[in-house]
């Protein structure tokens, strides 16, 4: 493996997070009060059901095939941690209602990062764990961390600055306990959410059947591989979002006015979540042994950075406290500098 090939496996990981960081701001666009099940449900359906069997036979050569060949013993792993990563996608959800989207989003990616990047070592190169170039890539995932509890500070400093006092009464037990909650919470979605970077790891089986046997390219092995993780996911998303339009009775917002604008924004949602996987499927096996655990720490630093530009972007800064914007700032450059020995790390089982 050659930095050639290093440099092109880093260039799909950004171009996934652009994706990746950018799926949700199509949601800035459905009309206000839409229930969140009434746009999430629909999102979860195309991610995980309906594109992959709508596109899978279209993009990938004998698709259903390769999964037959495969046999259920080469599916059943990605399907299960595929199932996890889904469950983790709902969880969040959930911890962002307990403690906050900022303090949400900044425990959730913190947790993906360490246990997306040391869980894949782990399972799949443990003898790696204590060489020096295990010990670079988890030092770039500390750096990482660093960015992130730095970028999770300038969130809520921004919230801060933004909202007047509201003279709120101190919290009681009852609350302080169910903000507890909502931290484990968020901690536990964002480790299920990195059984993703697993799922697809078990999945090599089924991407060697594609490539060597079916005579796939790359790129329609990294569908191939995205599909199955996703079918797992469905059961859980999917099932979670059936209960909530039931239990919240908002069935009938798919015959209301508007109905139309709401499902063209999950579905512009839905190419750019898929589209995040798909080149993160196409860059980690770029990346070599460690491509897995450098993959997805590079994946979602980029992603959080693209994220917060696109905050920028469209006005959510506006009015923040300098300081708030200081710590974004500072954020965004220790993530990059958290890239960088990760790359530096990678790059050490260059021969």
């Not at 092109?8 to 800035?28: D, E, N, R, T």
């Not at 750096?143 to 970028?151: D, F, L």
């Not at 790891?201 to 329609?220: H, K, S, V, Y």
């Amino acid at each position: 493996m050659d930095a050639m090939t290093l440099t092109v496996g880093f260039a799909y990981l950004l171009l996934g997070a652009l994706c990746g960081g950018s799926f949700a701001l199509p949601s800035k666009y459905a009309p206000k009060g839409t229930p969140w099940e009434v746009l999430w449900g629909p999102f979860f359906l195309l991610i995980t059901v309906v594109m992959p069997f709508a596109l899978g036979p279209v993009l990938v050569k004998d698709f259903f095939a390769i999964f037959a060949a495969a046999g259920p013993a080469a599916l059943v792993l990605p399907l299960v941690f595929g199932l996890l990563w889904g469950t983790g996608s709902m969880t969040l959800g959930l911890s962002f209602s307990m403690i906050g989207l900022s303090l949400a989003y900044s425990l959730n990616y913190g947790a993906q990062i360490v246990f997306g990047a040391v869980a894949p070592m782990m399972v799949f190169h443990p003898d790696t764990i204590l060489t020096a170039q295990g010990a670079v890539i988890l030092a770039g995932v500390a750096v990482c961390v660093a960015g992130v509890i730095v970028a999770g500070r300038a969130a809520m400093l921004k919230e801060r600055s933004l909202q007047p006092a509201s003279g709120r009464p101190a919290s009681s037990a009852a609350g302080n306990r169910r903000m507890a909650f909502g931290v484990v919470l968020a901690i536990a979605s964002g480790c299920l959410c990195a059984c993703y970077i697993l799922a697809a790891g078990f999945a090599g089986t089924i991407g060697m059947l594609a490539q060597d046997e079916f005579g796939n390219d790359p790129w329609r092995v990294s569908c191939a591989v995205a599909a199955v993780v996703l079918w797992g996911g469905s059961v859980s998303s999917c099932m979670y979002c059936l209960g909530q339009l039931t239990k919240n009775r908002t069935w009938t917002q798919f015959a209301a006015p508007g109905c139309g604008r709401v499902l063209l924004v999950a579905l512009a949602m839905a190419f750019l979540h898929n589209g995040a996987l798909f080149f993160l499927n196409l860059g980690f096996p770029l990346l070599g042994t460690l491509g897995e655990s450098v993959g997805y720490a590079s994946f979602m630093s980029f992603a959080i950075i693209v994220g917060n530009l696109h905050g920028f972007r469209t006005g959510e800064w506006k009015g923040a406290s300098r300081q708030s914007i200081g710590w974004i700032m500072a954020g965004i450059a220790v993530l990059i500098l958290g890239v960088c020995v990760l790359g530096a790390g990678n790059a050490m089982g260059v021969k």
